[in-house]
């Protein structure tokens, strides 16, 4: 079986496939009376038809190492995950090679972290490692098919290093 060594997440690593959303660096603005730092505008929402929609998913924890059989992705619209805990989560993405998944990469987030995938991009399906798997998604509502999946001939196996 082929392996998929979990990486820890940057937005430089990550920039290919999508936004990290954290609150790094100073806030852009200070709001509600001095109290409240705003991080503004941290992630590239893009549909081609629909609107944002915004649904919460309670995804049950994997364990590693973990076979990993599909992945999927969305032509018609971006994808945010963000946790409603302050727990870390793991996340699958593959670069495409002519319509198909190449190799697939792993990440893994920080507390505090959330990601929003890019339009079109190869990823694995909702991943938390711990419980509670409560995550609010924001993705394309609207008309028509918005989903590919991907099942792979040979599984690939996600480990730790």
């Not at 820890?8 to 690593?13: F, L, N, Q, R």
């Amino acid at each position: 079986m082929k392996t998929v060594e979990i990486r820890p997440i940057s937005a430089e690593g990550f920039a290919p496939f999508g936004d990290l959303i954290d609150c790094t660096g100073a806030p852009d603005k200070i709001i509600n009376q001095g109290l409240c730092g705003r991080y503004h505008d941290r992630a590239q929402l893009a549909f081609t038809t629909g609107c944002a929609g915004l649904s919460l998913f309670n995804a049950e924890p994997r364990a590693l190492p973990m076979p990993l059989l599909m992945v999927e992705r969305h032509p018609e619209g971006s994808q945010a995950f963000i946790p409603m805990s302050e727990t870390g989560f793991l996340v699958i993405v593959a670069p495409d090679a002519g319509g198909a998944p190449g190799q697939p990469l792993a990440f893994e987030t920080q507390p505090g972290q959330a990601i929003n995938f890019h339009r079109g991009t190869w990823h694995g399906v909702l991943t938390p490692l711990t419980a509670p798997g409560l995550f609010a998604v924001v993705d394309r509502i609207g008309e028509g098919a918005n989903l590919e999946e991907h099942w792979f001939d040979t599984p690939y196996q996600v480990i730790r290093p």
